[in-house]
């Protein structure tokens, strides 16, 4: 099994060095490749994504990426800034398909931003897609009009991309409690009246499966007010991306998810759901488990290995239920460890 490993910035180097620990500890037969991706790579070769990392990318069975981004390259062209990596990566390997799982483990309850009897047991899967709409869409840029400028950008969909996401959805939703949102805004946009168009005609094929629809703004409401309600949740890429960090602090940390990105052939690239961090960078305070919880999906959506995943994540709650809480996690008076040590932790809990 050929791994692409890109570490990236920040934090990346430090927790994907922990969930590397843990795939090496399970003993199965990878092939790890590394590279350069996102701020070092362009100052190592001027480009966030040299050919070189980009080729091991497409030969390798699944990729495990950390985080890009850094301040200090945000007034270089756009082009070349360190978020454009994880962009070229997903139009190159057509990633069109993110999985983002928001998960409350009964042990960080009380860590959710909302009240713990309104988070516990919650398990929600947010299907986002990923190479279309305002992110990808053209024209776009910053013009002069009528003496001032202008900026603008064009949200697109074709039916064949919202075809795709929808069936993603409903198999997701078929594996899981058999409900499905498709979440637009087709009361305002064009676009999301296609959408919803095509996520209907879709559902003819999964009667099994209970579709509803929701505005995005009453999602985001809902997802503060009632959020176990939620199955399966698909959107587009613009609502998906700011939904899914919402429902990430249902969690009690965005530094507990993971996420899949995948291409029709479940390869896919598999990254914690933060950021970069370069705050506490190389401090040894960052919590790897969403990295390692990443290289768990991988090990399940790409690489057909369902018991090493279940491995991992019984692990990381053994791990969560003995009390130990990097600095994101902890409540007052709780155990706190490093980058390290937990993810030692996870590694003795395998052999547990």
């Not at 969909?157 to 929808?166: D, F, G, K, L, M």
Request: charge should be negative; glycine fraction near 10%; charged fraction near 25%.
């Amino acid at each position: 099994m050929k791994i692409a490993v890109l570490p990236g910035d920040g934090i990346g180097q430090e927790i994907v060095a922990e969930a590397m620990k843990v795939l090496r500890a399970l003993k199965l037969p990878m092939d790890f490749g590394e590279a350069p991706v996102g701020g070092v790579a362009y100052e190592k070769t001027g480009h966030p994504l040299p050919e070189g990392t980009l080729a091991l990318a497409r030969e390798a069975d699944a990729i495990l990426f950390g985080a890009v981004g850094d301040s200090r390259f945000d007034n270089i062209e756009r082009s070349k800034r360190p978020e454009q990596a994880i962009l070229g990566l997903r139009k190159a390997l057509g990633l069109f398909a993110n999985l983002r799982p928001a998960m409350v483990y009964p042990e960080l309850a009380d860590a959710s931003a909302l009240r713990p009897e309104v988070v516990a047991g919650l398990d929600i899967l947010i299907v986002r897609e990923l190479t279309g709409d305002i992110y990808f869409g053209e024209p776009k840029g910053i013009r002069m009009t009528d003496g001032e400028r202008e900026g603008f950008d064009t949200m697109r969909y074709r039916e064949s991309e919202v075809r795709r996401i929808a069936h993603t959805g409903f198999l997701a939703a078929r594996k899981r409690g058999k409900r499905l949102c498709s979440v637009d805004k087709a009361n305002v946009l064009d676009t999301s009246q296609l959408w919803r168009e095509v996520v209907i005609e879709v559902a003819k094929e999964y009667p099994d499966v209970e579709l509803s629809h929701m505005y995005v703004d009453n999602a985001a409401m809902q997802l503060v007010r009632n959020p176990k309600q939620f199955d399966v949740i698909v959107t587009g890429n613009l609502f998906g991306d700011i939904l899914s960090d919402e429902a990430s602090m249902l969690t009690g940390s965005i530094g507990m998810l993971p996420s899949a990105s995948m291409d029709k052939n479940n390869k896919g690239l598999f990254e914690p759901i933060h950021g970069s961090a370069p705050d506490i960078a190389g401090k040894g305070v960052a919590n790897p488990l969403a990295t390692i919880l990443s290289a768990a999906m991988m090990l399940r959506y790409s690489l057909n290995q369902d018991a090493a995943a279940e491995r991992i994540e019984a692990a990381v709650r053994k791990v969560l239920a003995s009390g130990l809480r990097t600095a994101d996690i902890a409540a007052p008076g709780a155990k706190r460890v490093g980058t390290q040590e937990m993810g030692n932790a996870v590694v003795a809990a395998l052999g547990a």
